[in-house]
């Protein structure tokens, strides 16, 4: 039961106790569903995936591994203790007979092992990466490639359909549009209009002519 101060309070706002007033916990809506599509392709890339890191070698998931933990501020923490503890270890602030005495050449000797290995480890692990790229890559020309095909067969089915209907078009880009483009065509266009400037600043780098000379 409420007391008089709860009812008072409620009278003077009673708005503060509805749904959607800064005054009341906010009621979660329904989430929007994903479409059946979606959650196939993601459960398929995933599927692939696990694939994937299945039918790599031992070596190579064990290089992908130290090099993922390399990166982690874990593997900072670890050296700066370990650093710190043989540091202060050789110091002889532990009264303690040091190992390794000042320059620490056995602890220098250690690092630069350890950053052979591990750059031979990250390297192994970008080369992974990159392949994985590569493939995703490919994926997604492949399908541009398809939908463009289909696109280009749609465009020319509904202009068929226009032209039985009899309704009239006036848009010249629309024949353009239904012939099926040409990906080495295509590639070739953009090598030639990416080397059309090279040649220009060359052109215009040349030292003045003879008549200017003479001026």
């Known amino acids: 039961m409420m007391n008089s101060s709860d009812k008072v309070s409620a009278a003077r706002h009673p708005d503060d106790r509805k749904p959607g007033h800064p005054g009341h916990p906010a009621v979660a809506g329904p989430r929007k569903s994903i479409p059946g599509v979606v959650t196939k392709n993601i459960a398929t890339l995933l599927e692939n995936e696990q694939k994937e890191d299945a039918r790599q070698p031992l070596a190579d998931?064990?290089?992908?591994?130290?090099?993922?933990?390399?990166?982690?501020?874990?593997?900072?923490?670890?050296?700066?203790?370990?650093?710190?503890?043989?540091?202060?270890?050789?110091?002889?602030?532990?009264?303690?007979?040091?190992?390794?005495?000042?320059?620490?050449?056995?602890?220098?000797?250690?690092?630069?092992?350890?950053?052979?290995f591990l750059s031979a480890f990250v390297l192994i692990s970008q080369n992974q990466l990159a392949r994985r790229q590569d493939e995703r890559f490919n994926l997604d020309l492949q399908i541009n490639l398809l939908a463009e095909h289909e696109v280009t067969k749609l465009l020319g089915q509904v202009q068929k359909l226009c032209e039985r209907l009899g309704v009239a078009d006036d848009d010249q880009e629309i024949g353009e549009l239904t012939t099926a483009t040409e990906a080495g065509e295509v590639l070739a266009e953009l090598k030639e209009n990416a080397a059309q400037p090279e040649s220009k600043t060359v052109g215009t780098k040349r030292g003045p002519s003879n008549s200017e000379s003479r001026k």
């Open 61 to 116: 998931r064990l290089a992908h591994g130290i090099a993922r933990f390399t990166g982690s501020t874990w593997f900072v923490l670890l050296h700066l203790v370990w650093f710190s503890a043989w540091i202060i270890w050789n110091e002889g602030l532990l009264m303690v007979r040091p190992f390794d005495p000042y320059p620490f050449g056995l602890l220098m000797l250690i690092v630069s092992l350890e950053a052979i």
